[in-house]
């Protein structure tokens, strides 16, 4: 389990493999692997990845077709950066919310308002992940704990403090860039419970939540 709270920003050093048959990643983690393991979970860019090997700084991951799938993991390049947060510790203060690095689905940047040392991001993204959110909840983007400051029909919206900005890929996004979304999975528990007990006709809305006592 992670919390959404981001250890460093890390760069690829490889990607290969054929993405229908899963692939192979490898991140400089730099002094994060003093404290890695093979076997060890890490979310990289919000997805939980598994140590396969370890060679000095550099850690690889494999990369299932699923993972490609219904990740942003699949479009790295080396160079590229990526947020990596290591398992969170039975003994961990929980600073963010629970985040397990199942990602959900992607949303793309549709604007980036920048406000003195602080930044408003709105995001595309589909019915369904949206339906999975609430205002004031949390979110996981790309990793990154963040609390949902507004939803549209087809978007939703993060206010950006100063320290987020500048110790994640964040700091360097721009208009377009697609990013890995997890839902807060309370919100997702209560969704599906409902969805169960509702009449199949009925469809969940953020007005019928309210209307429920959500």
């Known amino acids: 389990m992670f919390t959404g709270l981001i250890e460093a920003v890390c760069k690829v050093r490889s990607i290969s493999g054929s993405s229908g048959l899963g692939r192979t990643l490898t991140i400089d983690l730099g ?39 219904v990740s942003t993991l699949g479009t790295l390049r080396p160079q590229s950066e990526v947020n990596v947060e290591l398992a969170m510790q039975a003994t961990g203060r929980f600073g963010g919310h629970i985040v397990l690095g199942h990602v959900d689905g992607t ?29 004031k909840g949390s979110v996981a983007v790309d990793g990154i704990s963040l609390t949902v400051a507004g939803i549209s029909q087809d978007s939703f919206g993060v206010a950006v403090i100063p320290q987020t900005l500048s110790k994640t890929t964040l700091g360097q996004a721009k208009v377009g ?3 890995n979304i997890e839902t807060d999975l309370l919100v997702k528990t209560i969704k599906k419970h409902l969805d169960n007990v509702l009449p199949q006709e009925e469809k969940l809305t953020l007005e019928r939540l309210r209307q429920l006592g959500f």
């Open 31 to 69: 002094n994060l692997t003093d404290s890695c393991r093979i076997g060890d979970s890490i979310a990289v860019n919000g997805a939980c990845l598994t140590v396969a090997r370890l060679d000095g700084r550099l850690a690889t991951f494999d990369l299932s077709a699923e993972t490609l799938d």
């Open 107 to 135: 949303a793309t940047i549709r604007a980036l308002k920048n406000l003195d040392r602080f930044a408003d991001i709105e995001f595309a993204a589909d019915a369904d992940l949206l339906s999975q959110m609430v205002v």
């Open 177 to 179: 860039d697609r990013v």
